[in-house]
């Protein structure tokens, strides 16, 4: 098996060239992963396909028509929705099974996977929350990416749930100021830019390096979750956008405006969208957004990425927001407190 490396400046420029110029993100650097791929001489390709208002659907056909005009040669299977396409995925899960495992030992072979999968959405929760509070920084990184591989190797469910344990640990044993009190801000948008810290420049790193506790409204475990197992079930961010747009419009728009209402309501300071450049359903969200912000009385500030993005700029916008939010919140309980002794 020829695993991706981790997506660079170099595989993003892959991805611009041969890629369209209109296509978002997500398109460019899984073209450009596979370029690199089968260079190093893979033959088969495994994505995802999909369905819905969603151009991401699509875009394993465009993907497969680029590289084979370059001159590719090799096979692609693309794994489609459960609940809407069910024989293609047994179809595709067969060809997978080259060693004709009984359908025990693949099923034992998926839940080793998943609990891997939850327990680094577990660990990552705690990265998130130790970041901020750190007393050196960096430290937690550390562990996390050393964890995260321990974890990938685990060869029983059993060793995958200790070195879960293992990694929590560690990080519990990081030196933290439990006197910082962060900023706590909601990261909401489109599920690969949220995802994958080479299309976002590592926001999640630069906000903990700012003393913000981030919140991120989508991991692999519970978008699997609402869409795969019980596709269509996130109905809690659902309903709560429903006043604001009460329609399912692709992607995660709708989805991103019920998260900023509920993250409102729980008493974030602050929330910031996220979204490549180009993506509708993420337009349409950031057209209402302004409307959420004014009605639930929270600040949002919405960031969009292609191939320009630079990391000076995004920084210096953070800094500005966080800022922004770190004042506010002081200027509030200065209010609240002025109003208690009155």
Same mark, same amino acid.
């Given at each position: 098996?020829?695993?991706?490396?981790?997506?660079?400046?170099?595989?993003?420029?892959?991805?611009?060239?041969?890629?369209?110029?209109?296509?978002?993100?997500?398109?460019?650097?899984?073209?450009?992963? =596979?370029?690199? @791929?089968?260079?190093?001489?893979?033959?088969?390709?495994?994505?995802?396909?999909?369905?819905?208002?969603?151009?991401? $659907?699509? =875009?394993?056909?465009?993907?497969?028509?680029?590289?084979?005009?370059? /001159?590719?040669?090799?096979?692609?299977?693309?794994?489609?929705?459960?609940?809407?396409?069910?024989?293609?995925?047994?179809?595709? +899960?067969?060809?997978? &099974?080259?060693?004709?495992?009984?359908?025990?030992?693949? *099923?034992?072979?998926?839940?080793?996977?998943?609990?891997?999968?939850?327990?680094?959405?577990?660990?990552?929760?705690?990265?998130?929350?130790? !970041?901020?509070?750190?007393?050196?920084?960096? /430290?937690?990184?550390?562990?996390? !990416?050393?964890?995260?591989?321990? %974890? *990938?190797?685990?060869?029983? !469910?059993?060793?995958? *749930?200790?070195?879960?344990?293992?990694?929590?640990?560690?990080?519990?044993?990081?030196? %933290?100021?439990?006197?910082?009190?962060?900023?706590?801000?909601?990261?909401?948008?489109?599920?690969?830019?949220?995802?994958?810290?080479?299309?976002?420049?590592? %926001?999640?790193? +630069?906000?903990?390096?700012? $003393?913000?506790?981030?919140?991120?409204?989508?991991?692999? #475990?519970?978008?699997?979750?609402? &869409?795969?197992?019980?596709?269509?079930? &996130?109905?809690?961010?659902?309903?709560? @956008?429903?006043? =604001?747009?009460?329609?399912?419009?692709?992607?995660? /728009?709708?989805? #991103?405006?019920?998260?900023?209402?509920? =993250?409102?309501?729980?008493?974030?300071?602050?929330? +910031?969208?996220?979204?490549?450049?180009?993506? %509708?359903?993420?337009?349409?969200?950031?057209?209402?957004?302004?409307?959420?912000?004014?009605?639930?009385?929270?600040?949002?500030?919405?960031?969009?990425?292609?191939?320009?993005?630079?990391?000076?700029?995004?920084?210096?916008?953070?800094?500005?927001?966080?800022?922004?939010?770190?004042?506010?919140?002081?200027?509030? !309980?200065?209010?609240? @407190?002025?109003?208690?002794?009155?």
């Amino acid at each position: 098996m020829v695993v991706p490396k981790p997506p660079t400046r170099q595989t993003l420029s892959y991805g611009t060239v041969h890629g369209p110029e209109f296509a978002c993100l997500p398109l460019k650097i899984c073209l450009g992963t =596979y370029i690199e @791929a089968l260079e190093e001489g893979a033959d088969l390709i495994v994505t995802t396909g999909g369905v819905g208002p969603c151009r991401a $659907g699509l =875009y394993a056909t465009v993907q497969r028509e680029i590289l084979r005009s370059l /001159g590719y040669e090799f096979e692609m299977i693309v794994l489609e929705p459960l609940r809407r396409h069910p024989a293609r995925l047994l179809r595709a +899960i067969h060809r997978l &099974n080259a060693k004709r495992l009984p359908p025990w030992r693949l *099923a034992s072979e998926a839940l080793l996977c998943w609990q891997k999968i939850q327990g680094i959405d577990r660990v990552q929760r705690e990265l998130l929350r130790i !970041r901020p509070r750190e007393v050196r920084f960096g /430290g937690a990184d550390r562990i996390f !990416r050393r964890g995260v591989r321990t %974890i *990938a190797e685990a060869p029983t !469910r059993r060793e995958a *749930a200790k070195a879960v344990d293992e990694v929590l640990d560690a990080m519990g044993a990081v030196p %933290i100021d439990s006197s910082r009190d962060p900023v706590r801000v909601g990261i909401v948008g489109e599920i690969y830019v949220l995802l994958e810290p080479a299309s976002n420049l590592n %926001i999640e790193r +630069i906000l903990g390096e700012l $003393g913000v506790e981030v919140h991120r409204s989508i991991f692999l #475990t519970n978008w699997t979750e609402e &869409n795969v197992v019980r596709e269509g079930d &996130n109905q809690t961010a659902r309903d709560a @956008a429903a006043p =604001y747009l009460d329609e399912m419009i692709g992607g995660h /728009g709708q989805d #991103t405006v019920g998260h900023t209402v509920l =993250y409102a309501r729980q008493g974030l300071d602050g929330v +910031i969208q996220m979204a490549p450049f180009t993506c %509708i359903p993420e337009i349409v969200a950031c057209s209402i957004l302004p409307a959420v912000s004014k009605a639930e009385d929270i600040p949002v500030i919405t960031f969009f990425f292609d191939e320009q993005t630079g990391e000076a700029g995004l920084r210096t916008r953070l800094e500005a927001f966080v800022d922004l939010l770190v004042r506010r919140r002081e200027r509030r !309980r200065s209010q609240e @407190a002025v109003g208690a002794m009155g």
